[in-house]
């Protein structure tokens, strides 16, 4: 009887957390569904989040959304603050769309987040130092945008990180040299951004890197 008890309480309790989790990724495509100029995508999917399935997002068991694919979906506004709330967002695909203003920075509490494509859309402002959180990222595309500023040097805390695409911007300044100790990076896309300086020498501990695109900085 106590061990039935037991399965019954951890059951009960499993239960609850699904509901709540549930509750915040409804919060969570409402408040999407507000900042992106009230697209009914977002909206519908709320309303139907427990009883349909949707190919642009993925739940893992607990009702977390891990998955958002919103590739070429004409989207706009702006992306803000409510991105934080996507705790276990692995992930995030927004590219191709109208997306304004800058990239927020809880971005950076995304933290199991590991692929991140936000290319092709109209983000300005600079890249929010909080990406250095990241350490799971693989996948970096911020690439066709009017990103700002300089690169980051947190961006060389994104230790796991294989692609980083930044080309098409507005980036400006010395390329950091901390992005030398991102020893599993493949490939690096900084061209068409006005950058100057010289590579850094850290350039050579990147024993994995076998594209970098440089042309027109």
């Known amino acids: 009887m106590k061990i039935q008890n037991k399965k ?37 999917m709320a309303l139907k989040l427990e009883t349909e399935t949707f190919n642009c997002i993925e739940l893992d068991e607990t009702n977390q959304i891990v998955s958002m694919y919103f590739y070429s979906s004409k989207l706009s506004g702006q992306l803000g603050s409510c991105l934080g709330m996507a705790k276990s967002l ?7 769309n109208q997306i304004l203003g ?4 809880e971005i950076g509490s995304l933290i199991y987040l590991e692929h991140c494509n936000l290319s092709y859309n109209s983000f300005s402002g600079s890249i929010p130092t909080e990406v250095g959180n990241l350490k799971g ?12 500023d300089s690169i980051p040097k947190e961006v060389g805390n994104l230790i796991n990180l294989k692609t980083l695409s930044l ?7 010395f390329i950091p040299k901390e992005i030398g100790k991102l020893i599993n990076l493949k490939t690096i896309f900084f061209n068409y951004n006005p950058l100057f300086g010289t590579i850094p020498i850290e350039f050579t501990n990147l024993s994995s890197l076998e594209i970098i695109f440089l042309d027109k900085c």
């Open 167 to 173: 080309n098409h911007n507005q980036l400006e300044g």
């Open 137 to 148: 990222l693989k996948m970096l595309f911020l690439d066709n945008n009017k990103i700002s």
């Open 8 to 44: 019954t309480e951890k059951q009960n309790l499993k239960n609850v957390a699904n509901k709540e989790n549930t509750m915040n990724s409804k919060n969570f495509l409402f408040e999407l569904y507000k900042d992106l100029n009230k697209s009914e995508g977002f909206y519908s």
């Open 102 to 105: 800058s990239i927020p920075s």
């Open 90 to 96: 692995r992930v995030l695909n927004l590219s191709s």
